[in-house]
């Protein structure tokens, strides 16, 4: 008898155990999904503005402005962005106009279309990814530093022209200072890069070049209340974008095979045989 | 799910336009326009100038809030401008302060 009631007791204690743990755990995974509900910009949302905090974001839709988020950035394949992006890990499989930062994975995935530069500590590009711009690896504290001084010359005129609140929540203020003082020294560099100063010359004046594309925007922001253009699909951007950047480049070689008109190959033909 | 959703955490300054849903539980600062539901959740922060044809209201709005269809201010709300919809609930427990208008 006292056995049957201990089993009997095991067994209600066991389900009861069991019945608890489930629940909670389902309490925990409903918690879960809800905590890990990414910021999202969807498929018909054009942003024009800065997107600043802690979390990951997902970019389906239009961003015109900076990115800047502690977690991973994901741009998937119809975003359109004209934007710098940091983040802790960068992917991209849309198109981008502007500098990408990571502080520690930039991965350009199929379909990914970037004109600007990247830097991080690791990069990976995939096969059918299109990058036009510097790539630079190495420690994600050496980059930024150096890439706001580069910008913030050209940024600082549209930082004192929009509102002192977003001047005053600049991220890129105070390091652009300590980039300013840092400047005229020659950037110490490590023994193995003979080629330093050459390599930054060409850096910012190539930063200047893609920058500037990238800063027309949040030119175009501090005009007040000005319509928003129609929403483009993502493939015509590129020859957009790409239309842009000749400008600082010398225009492209002739090509190689002369055009000729309709029928000149004929009546060459004919005046030989003539 | 193409729906737009500003996370906790996150803050967007300047102008938000879209087609599709927009769910606020961060920080947003300019303006919202969609042509379809608005919910600010609570815990949200928005400065801005809403639109919506449905916009739904838990966490603080500061902004004149432009609705097609409806707007429900629920319990624990707070919301500081004026309203312009056709239908309006204010749950108890709400705070508003502002003009409506519900010119059809």
């Given amino acids: 008898m006292a056995q049957v009631l201990r089993a009997m007791w095991t067994w209600t204690h066991d389900v009861f155990v069991n019945f608890h743990a489930k629940s909670f755990a389902a309490d925990a995974s409903e918690k879960k999904t809800i905590m890990a509900e990414p910021t999202t910009i969807g498929t018909g949302t054009f942003v024009r503005g800065h997107i600043r905090g802690e979390g990951d974001l997902e970019v389906e839709g239009r961003v015109e402005g900076d990115v800047q988020v502690t977690g991973t950035v994901t741009i998937q394949s119809g975003a359109l ?87 005053a929540s600049n991220f890129m203020s105070p390091p652009a200072k300590t980039a300013a003082m840092r400047e005229p020294l020659p950037a110490a560099p490590p023994p193995a890069r003979t ?39 993502a493939p015509p951007a590129r020859p957009a974008a790409v239309s842009e950047a000749p400008k600082t480049k010398k225009p492209p070689p002739p090509p190689v095979v002369p055009a000729l008109k309709k029928g000149a190959r004929a009546s060459w033909k004919k005046k030989a045989a003539s | ?96 302060k502002g003009n409506v208008d519900m010119d059809a």
């Fill in chain 1, 81 to 167: 962005l004209k934007a710098n992006i940091r983040g802790s890990h960068v992917v991209v499989r849309g198109a981008v106009a502007g500098d990408l930062f990571a502080e520690h994975v930039v991965s350009l995935e199929e379909g990914a279309r970037v004109l600007g530069s990247i830097f991080a500590p690791r990069i990976g590009i995939a096969e059918g990814a299109l990058l036009r711009g510097r790539v630079e690896t190495g420690p994600a504290s050496e980059h930024p530093v150096r890439v706001v001084a580069a910008k913030a010359t050209v940024s600082r005129p549209t930082a004192v022209a929009s509102s002192p609140a977003r001047a």
């Fill in chain 2, 1 to 96: 799910m193409s729906a737009t959703v500003i996370a906790q955490g996150i803050a967007i300054e300047g102008e938000l336009t879209s087609e599709d849903d927009v769910e606020i539980t961060g920080t947003l600062k300019g303006r919202l326009s969609t042509r379809s539901n608005v919910t600010v959740g609570s815990g949200a922060v928005v400065e801005a100038e809403v639109a919506g044809s449905n916009v739904v209201v838990a966490g603080h709005v500061t902004g004149n809030v432009t609705a097609a269809d409806r707007v429900d201010i629920q319990p624990g709300a707070r919301l500081i401008g004026d309203i312009k919809s056709a239908r309006l609930t204010i749950a108890d427990g709400a705070s508003f």
């Fill in chain 1, 195 to 233: 080629t330093k100063p050459l390599v930054s010359r060409e850096e910012s004046a190539a930063l200047t070049a893609t920058s500037q594309p990238v800063r027309s925007p949040s030119v175009d922001r501090s005009a007040p209340a000005r319509p928003t253009p129609p929403a483009r699909p």
